[in-house]
């Protein structure tokens, strides 16, 4: 196993693990590529929250089924900002309109911010579900409020550097400091906004409806 393989399969661990000492699930950081992620803390869950993450993944699934494949998505002006030769390698696109904000007025499961395509046996990119962006300066309550912190983990990435207008490069993922993404003409975040991945094609199963870990990224 390689070592990023490895960090991934001990951050998956530390997650799903009950037993965890809740200081360690609270601060919980995982390492993929040239990213680190953290996470929001997960709450005591109710029925009420297993309806509304249920409420959440059904109108996002109505929502979006009109854009079953990357090309009638891009038809509908979604885009990559992924240069052709990384989109060769990902499993997981993810696709949004250009100069679309998060939301500032309250949570709309029927609006994600990115459209998801995971690619198939056959190598094409298909319809697996949305990403949300939470607005700027966004609580744990109000991520709680969207989404229930008992059934999802909001994360945001962490000293992240993107080219002037927002698109992601090579080079830029591989600089991590302020200093290093000024120097290839970047803008750096030591922090991103929170966000959170909601898989529409895995059913009702809340556990693969709101992913953690590898399947982030």
């Known amino acids: 196993m390689t070592h990023a393989g490895a960090l991934r399969t001990l951050a998956g661990l530390l997650l799903a693990c009950p037993s965890a000492p809740l200081a360690a699930q609270d601060m919980a950081t995982m390492e993929s590529g040239h990213h680190r992620m953290s996470f929001t803390p997960r709450r005591a869950g109710t029925p009420a929250d297993t309806a509304r993450a249920l409420a959440v993944v059904h109108t996002l699934r109505s929502a979006i089924a009109r854009y079953p494949t990357?090309?009638?998505?891009?038809?509908?002006?979604?885009?990559?900002?992924?240069?052709?030769?990384?989109?060769?390698?990902?499993?997981?696109?993810?696709?949004?309109?250009?100069?679309?904000?998060?939301?500032?007025?309250g949570f709309d499961p029927a609006a994600p911010q990115a459209l998801l395509y995971r690619r198939d046996p056959s190598g094409d990119f298909v319809l697996a579900g949305a990403m949300f962006v939470a607005p700027e300066g966004a609580t744990e309550d109000d991520l709680d409020a969207s989404i229930p912190l008992s059934v999802a983990r909001w994360h945001r990435h962490l000293d992240v550097c993107r080219g002037p207008k927002g698109e992601m490069k090579l080079r830029d993922r591989r600089a991590t400091t302020a200093s290093a993404c000024e120097a290839v003409g970047g803008r750096f975040r030591s922090e991103s906004r929170y966000m959170v991945h909601v898989m529409v094609d895995a059913g009702d199963d809340l556990a693969a409806a709101f992913p953690q870990g590898a399947e982030l990224d």
Not at 90 to 104: C, I, M, Q, Y
């Open 70 to 105: 990357l090309a009638e998505a891009e038809s509908a002006g979604f885009r990559s900002r992924l240069p052709e030769a990384m989109r060769q390698r990902r499993r997981l696109l993810h696709v949004g309109r250009p100069g679309r904000r998060p939301a500032t007025a």
